[in-house]
Structure formats: C-alpha cells, structure tokens
C-alpha cells in the first residue's frame, strides 16, 4: 500500500431525510481548515435523499465535492448497508481520511467499515493536527484518565477513519466555493441481508431542561455539594441568569442529577456565553467538554486547577457565593423595575 495513492477527506453527511445533523456541519467546517493545510479536497458524503436546501448547506461549509449515493437500504440507518456502501465507496476512490460523528448510528458503523477496509479507526478525538513530515493526521484525545493528551496516528494504512464527538468542533462557514463537484453513486444493499430491522421510530421526548449542548448560560454544579438539598439555590442563580443546571460527573454518581447534565469528555460537549462553575476542581475530563466565551468559577481551594481554566476565579464557600450572586441578581431586577 503506498499512502500517496490515497487523496482527499470525505466527511459523512448524517441526516434523517429532512435536516443534516449539526456533527456533520461541524466536521465539514473543521475539515475545511485541515485540507487547506494539506491539499486535499474536501467532499460531502451523502447516502440516500436530502432536500436541497440542506446540501446548500452543505455547501456553506466550504467543501469541493458531494458524494451522493443512491440506491436500496438508506431509507433508515442500518450498518449494514452503510458501512458496505463506504467499503465500496473507499475501494473505487481511496480517500486519505473519511470523518464521521460520534453519534450512536456513527459510532455503530464507522469501525465496521474500518475493519472491512483492514485499516484504523480512532474514536471520540477532541482535535486534529496534520503531520507534514509523515503526511498523517493527528486525532488528539485525552486519555488514562484525562492525565495525557494522546496523539493517535494511523501511520500505515489508509484511509485514515475517525468519529467525533458531535459538538467537538464550531460550527462556523466560510462560505459555498462556485463550483463543486457531484459524484453520483448507485450502491444497492439487498435489503434481506440488512441484519437489523426497522420496526419503528419513537423520538427522545427530551426535556429541554435536559438539552444544554447550546444553553446560553450553565451554572455547573460540582462534587463540592454537599447534598441534593443544597441544590435549589443553584437552580434559582440559573433561571434568573436564563440559563440551565450542568454538573460533573461525580454528581450523577451520586444519583444527584441525570447523566444528560454530565459536561465533559463522557457527558455532553457545551458551547454557551457563560459558564458558572461551583465546587468543581477542574479535571480536564470536565473541562475539555467546555466552550464558553466567558467561565466564571468558584472554589474553596484557592489551587484548584479550575482557576487555571476560568476568566474569573472566586475563591469562596459556594452556597454563600450562590446566594450572594442571587441578591444581587434580585436587586439587579427590582432597580430596573423600579424604573
Ligand atoms: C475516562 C474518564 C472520563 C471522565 N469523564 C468525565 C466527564 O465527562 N465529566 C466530568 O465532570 N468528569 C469526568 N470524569 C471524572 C473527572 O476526572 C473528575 O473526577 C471529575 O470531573 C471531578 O468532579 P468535581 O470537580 O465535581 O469533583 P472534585 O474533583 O471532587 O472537586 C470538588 C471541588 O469542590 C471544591 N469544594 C468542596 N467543598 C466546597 C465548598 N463548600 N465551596 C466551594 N468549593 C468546594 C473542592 O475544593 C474541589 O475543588 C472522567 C474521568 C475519567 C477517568
């Protein structure tokens, strides 16, 4: 295998039918930075139908060519067909790397097709770097515990497969190039040899309380809680900042809060305006799972490693900062009333 024979990164396009999912754009947007930097093309890579108004995009995000493939077995997700029409995809145009999101169904077949392709898949990278000197991508990911960056190539084989974590990356387009290229693929999967089948579609009833990936504001609550008693006061600073309750992982632990409040490296990634941290000592598990234009924290300890991360570190029992912070936050609003 010579790995010059191997061009171009693919990003796969999850969609269901009506809307590409965020991960997607992300990726597509990130990619766009890496192949600038290494000459590759950029392509979208489309199994089944998708309105044109999301391939426009699509678009949006820079990329030079779609891959759309049709044929039978996309009407829902299944590995199977998925993962078969990315092995004959791979096999007739060697890309260099194929991209895919680490959501459920991504995580499901992008080592499946890895392993039918006999090559590696890296999983849940937190950053990508390109290695000139070997002309291998860098997946850069925390790992034994959050206590080292790994920096995890695949150095002989190609292509290179990765997922990443949905929110990983910004979403920020630079813009639709003129002209791409449309590839057009029929690859039909017999859909008896589907292995899974599709009974029916129930969606997650989520609570919104429970959707904090964009909240514009998060008070984190930590391990420093004493008990779920104490809770209250922290739910009361996040409705009158308009924001919502995220905590560490200890706390759902603890049976305190869901999993789906979880920040970090195995919880959710968080992009927010303000971040609140309370009694949260900064392990890079917790902290890598944050984007926020302003971090606020506050600690007992005037050396916890959260003060190395936030814009403003309060050093301070946490309850009484709480409260302290909710007066305020209430005088704040009975001025303007007054007004
Ligand atoms: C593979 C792996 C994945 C992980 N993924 C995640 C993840 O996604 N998210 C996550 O959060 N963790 C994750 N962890 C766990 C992570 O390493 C830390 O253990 C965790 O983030 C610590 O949570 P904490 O800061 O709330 O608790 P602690 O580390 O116990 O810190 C508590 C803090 O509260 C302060 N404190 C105590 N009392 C008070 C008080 N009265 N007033 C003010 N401050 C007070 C203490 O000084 C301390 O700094 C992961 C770990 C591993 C190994």
């Known amino acids: 295998m010579q790995k010059s024979d191997y061009r171009n990164m693919w990003v796969y396009i999850e969609h269901d039918g009506k809307t590409a999912a965020p991960v997607a754009l992300e990726l597509c947007c990130e990619l766009r930075r890496l192949c600038d930097t290494t000459g590759d093309r950029l392509y979208a890579v489309i199994l089944g139908e998708l309105p044109a108004s999301e391939t426009d995009r699509i678009r949006e995000c820079g990329i030079d060519g779609i891959i759309q493939v049709r ?106 190039k003129p002209e791409i290229e449309l590839i057009e693929e029929e690859i039909s999967f017999d859909p008896d040899a589907i292995r899974c089948r599709h009974i029916d579609f129930i969606p997650d009833e989520m609570d919104p309380e429970m959707d904090i990936a964009n909240a514009d504001c998060i008070v984190c609550v930590g391990n420093g809680l004493k008990d779920s008693e104490h809770l209250e006061r922290y739910r009361k600073l996040a409705k009158l ?33 303000l971040y609140l941290s309370f009694g949260v000592s900064g392990a890079v598990n917790h902290t890598a799972g944050i984007d926020a234009d302003l971090f606020i924290a506050v600690d007992k300890n005037p050396d916890a490693q959260i003060f190395n991360y936030c814009d403003y570190g309060i050093v301070g029992d946490m309850d009484e900062v709480c409260d302290e912070m909710i007066e305020l936050l209430k005088a704040r609003e009975a001025q303007r009333a007054s007004i």
């Open 241 to 273: 900042l308009g924001g919502k309750i995220g905590c560490t992982r200890p706390l759902f632990d603890r049976g305190i809060l869901p999993y789906k409040l979880q920040i970090g490296q195995s919880g959710v990634m968080v992009k927010t305006k």
């Open 71 to 176: 044929g039978t077995g996309y009407e829902y997700f299944n590995t199977d067909a998925y993962a078969n029409a990315f092995t004959v995809l791979s096999r007739k145009y060697n890309p260099s790397a194929i991209f895919v999101g680490g959501s459920i169904n991504g995580r499901d077949f992008a080592p499946r097709f890895a392993v039918q392709l006999n090559t590696g898949c890296t999983s849940d990278a937190m950053q990508l770097e390109y290695d000139p000197e070997t002309g291998d991508i860098q997946f850069i990911e925390p790992a034994v515990g959050g206590k080292i960056m790994a920096v995890i190539t695949v150095p002989e084989l190609r292509p290179q497969v990765g997922t990443i974590r949905p929110g990983t990356f910004r979403y920020a387009p630079t813009g639709a």
